[in-house]
């Protein structure tokens, strides 16, 4: 199936030169007819390394407030390129759950839950809903910990379970060179846990559900208010013309 953002030619091009998984959550057709806002938040592997022309196009899209989920250690090793940078707005929320590979492919789905769980989890929603200019939100490779993120983002406008494993999935092939080059380095991770399956998303889904029951649950059992929702719905929502 043809992605619904991107055609063919420009489907595996991340937005910035200096990342490989810089993508726009822009596009997405909702349950009401709507559409999701091109260019109002971007999910992305962590921009680390500083390159002129992607300020240039952060700058040009508003991309200015940058929401880090890494660890401390992960910071401290690579810290981002544009945290103390001017005019940017820089927030961590060092998210602990999905920072080091789980054992086993059936343990993804249950880290998955335990991230949308953390405290620091709701902090990146909060800081997203509040935030006065267009939001990239990332951690290391831009597939666990931020694909917990866009997917809650994305249930909050009522995008379709399919599209959301969809949107999931195509950081395989994204991340596909750095994949290689990971388990390279670590031959002892199973791939099947750090490949974007769809079942890994899928059964996520389906466990927050059942803990849930739906996304304003969520928020309220996580102490965002519906004001916070409502936030994020007005950001990333427009009516079809």
């Known amino acids: 199936m043809m992605h619904h953002q991107q055609d063919t030619a420009n489907r595996c091009q991340s937005l910035l030169s200096a990342t490989a998984n810089t993508r726009d959550l822009g596009g997405f057709p909702t349950a009401a007819g709507g559409r ?10 962590a921009p680390v390394t500083y390159c002129a022309a992607d300020e240039r ?28 940078r001017d005019g940017f707005v820089y927030h961590r929320c060092p998210v602990t759950a999905g920072s080091v590979p789980p054992a086993t492919p059936e343990e993804v789905p249950f880290t998955y839950l335990q991230i949308a769980q953390q405290r620091e ?27 917990v993120i866009a997917a809650l983002l ?18 395989r092939v994204y991340n596909r060179v750095r994949l290689e080059q990971y388990l390279a380095q670590h031959p002892e991770v199973d791939r099947r846990v750090v490949l974007a399956n769809d079942i890994h998303m899928e059964r996520f889904l389906a466990l927050f559900a059942e803990r849930f029951g739906g996304v304003g649950h969520y928020f309220e059992q ?10 994020i719905r007005k950001k990333l929502l427009r009516a079809d013309a």
């Not at 999701?36 to 592997?45: G, L």
């Not at 200015?64 to 401390?72: C, E, P, S, V």
């Not at 996580?222 to 936030?231: F, K, R």
């Open 36 to 45: 999701t806002v091109a260019n109002a938040i971007w999910r992305s592997d």
């Open 154 to 171: 994305l249930l909050a406008c009522d995008v379709g379970h399919s599209l959301i494993v969809e949107d999931y999935t195509v950081s």
């Open 57 to 84: 196009r952060l700058r040009e899209w508003n991309i200015t407030t940058i929401i880090d989920l890494r660890t401390d250690g992960e910071t401290e090793r690579n810290p981002c390129a544009y945290s103390g």
């Open 222 to 231: 996580n102490g965002l208010s519906p004001a916070v929702l409502d936030a």
């Open 121 to 147: 989890a709701a902090l990146a929603l909060r800081h997203i809903a509040e935030a006065d200019t267009g939001v990239l939100f990332c951690c290391t490779a831009g597939k666990d910990r931020t694909g």
